[in-house]
Antibody, heavy 119, light 108 residues
Framework: EVQLVQSGAEVKKPGESLKISCKIS????????IGWVRQMPGKGLEWMGI????????TYSPSFQGQVTISADKSISTAYLQWSSLKASDSAMYYC????????????WGQGTMVTVSS | SYELTQPPSVSVSPGQTARITCSGE??????ACWYQQKSGQAPVLLIY???ARPSGIPERFSGSSSGTTVTLTISGVQAEDEADYYC???????????FGGGTKLTVL
């Protein structure tokens, strides 16, 4: 069974760093791209960026370029989303999702990681 | 930046047909897909390549495309279909993913 299992909820203070994870199982990690999607409380889905785990080639949404870093570790079939200095406005649910083969769609989603940034 | 436009809300009675539109200038060039997100849950892929349905998705969900608009149609709406629905596509160069703003479907 294909699964994307995300790390647990986080509560952080402004200025702190954070790295959340997305562990893949049930298929070859390097065969599909992995994307990250933000959903702020009560709001819609926002695409943040996407990574090809095979060579870590990454494309960021212009809205998130320079704000976050997306990475992947092939050895443990895990993708990451990280911040170097969190802001209160980063408080949101973050989803990882598998991009379908040969198409710009996300066919399998993680359960989401809630990030709360508050002083 | 490229945008996809959806109506914020649609309301229908059980058994009726709901139609949710999504407009974007690159839709004639790029396929669209649709996701259903129920409260407190992750999105689920409903329709891809404008009108294809993944296995396990009920036949009452269908998609269509005409020019710069794609439409999600839910026939014989059931109470369990109450959710937020998002269209998603890519910009004309297929570089960036774009989501529509989402439509809240209310089953009266």
């Amino acid at each position: 069974e294909v699964q994307l299992v995300q790390s647990g909820a986080e509560v952080k203070k402004p200025g702190e760093s954070l790295k959340i994870s997305c562990k893949i199982s049930g298929y070859n990690f390097t065969s599909y791209l992995i994307g990250w999607v933000r959903q702020m409380p009560g709001k819609g889905l926002e695409w943040m960026g996407i990574i090809y785990p095979g060579d870590s080639d990454t494309t960021y949404s212009p809205s998130f370029q320079g704000q976050v870093t997306i990475s992947a570790d092939k050895s443990i079939s895990t993708a990451y989303l990280q911040w170097s200095s969190l802001k209160a406005s980063d408080s949101a649910m973050y989803y990882c999702a598998r991009r379908g083969a040969g198409a710009m769609l996300f066919d399998i989603w993680g359960q989401g990681t809630m990030v709360t940034v508050s002083s | 930046s490229y945008e996809l436009t959806q109506p914020p809300s649609v309301s229908v009675s059980p058994g009726q047909t709901a139609r949710i539109t999504c407009s974007g200038e690159a839709l004639p060039k790029q396929y669209a897909c649709w996701y259903q997100q129920k409260s407190g849950q992750a999105p689920v892929l409903l329709i891809y390549k404008d009108s294809a349905r993944p296995s396990g998705i009920p036949e009452r969900f269908s998609g269509s495309s005409s020019g710069t608009t794609v439409t999600l149609t839910i026939s014989g709406v059931q109470a369990e279909d109450e959710a937020d629905y998002y269209c998603q596509s890519a910009d004309s160069s297929a570089t960036y993913v774009v989501f529509g703003g989402g439509t809240k479907l209310t089953v009266l």
